[in-house]
T-cell receptor
Framework: GAGVSQSPRYKVAKRGQDVALRCDPISGHVSLFWYQQALGQGPEFLTYFQNEAQLDKSGLPSDRFFAERPEGSVSTLKIQRTQQEDSAVYLC????????????FGPGTRLTVT | AQSVAQPEDQVNVAEGNPLTVKCTYSVSGNPYLFWYVQYPNRGLQFLLKYITGDNLVKGSYGFEAEFNKSQTSFHLKKPSALVSDSALYFCAVRGPLGGYQKVTFGTGTKLQVIP
């Protein structure tokens, strides 16, 4: 079956540009997470959705970062006025529920800000 | 606040030998514990999890992990390593039970299996 997909896989942006990263979770998965992963590091939590509700956005590093999941399926992570420190791999994961449900990860979007 | 520690940045093991990748955690209450593997240029893949019950859990590709509450550890093990097991391994914790809980990942351990 289809897994979690993310697009684009690679994005190069000039400093100051806005970018939008898309995540298509597994159909029927209630929970959706966004993570930021620096090279050689573990995923760092950004934000969490349960259906269309954004229950936790405590990991978003600044108000330039914005995420939405308006219909409870596809999600978009938007970064405004990109900075070089935003360069990272952005991972999306979905899970069937909370608690003990394992997460299924997409391949990630590698963002490079020049 | 919850946290996960993976004390080894890299583990080297000869093919055919047993392997252990260490993980300790800190969380209030009883945790959910997970292991994920990341192959080069691939997303993270779920290996196994501990929720409750038997302290020894078995997962994909012959991996297993032992939950030790007194030592707050959840070490990943495999009896006989394969070269194809070479990858980056992440331990994760989610807890305590009930309600919404954030998942916290460790910094990862690179496993190198030497032919």
């Amino acid at each position: 079956g289809a897994g979690v997909s993310q697009s684009p896989r690679y994005k190069v942006a000039k400093r100051g540009q806005d970018v939008a990263l898309r995540c298509d979770p597994i159909s029927g998965h209630v929970s959706l997470f966004w993570y930021q992963q620096a090279l050689g590091q573990g995923p760092e939590f950004l934000t969490y959705f349960q259906n269309e509700a954004q229950l936790d956005k405590s990991g978003l590093p600044s108000d330039r970062f914005f995420a939405e999941r308006p219909e409870g399926s596809v999600s978009t992570l938007k970064i405004q006025r990109t900075q070089q420190e935003d360069s990272a791999v952005y991972l999306c994961a979905s899970s069937l529920g909370q608690g003990g449900s394992e997460q299924y990860f997409g391949p990630g979007t590698r963002l490079t800000v020049t | 606040a919850q946290s996960v520690a993976q004390p080894e940045d890299q583990v080297n093991v000869a093919e055919g030998n047993p392997l252990t990748v260490k993980c300790t955690y800190s969380v209030s209450g009883n945790p959910y514990l997970f292991w994920y593997v990341q192959y080069p240029n691939r997303g993270l893949q779920f290996l196994l999890k501990y929720i409750t019950g038997d302290n020894l859990v078995k997962g994909s590709y012959g991996f297993e992990a032992e939950f030790n509450k007194s030592q707050t550890s959840f070490h990943l093990k495999k009896p006989s390593a394969l070269v194809s097991d070479s990858a980056l391994y992440f331990c994760a914790v989610r807890g305590p039970l009930g309600g919404y809980q954030k998942v916290t990942f460790g910094t990862g351990t690179k496993l190198q299996v030497i032919p």
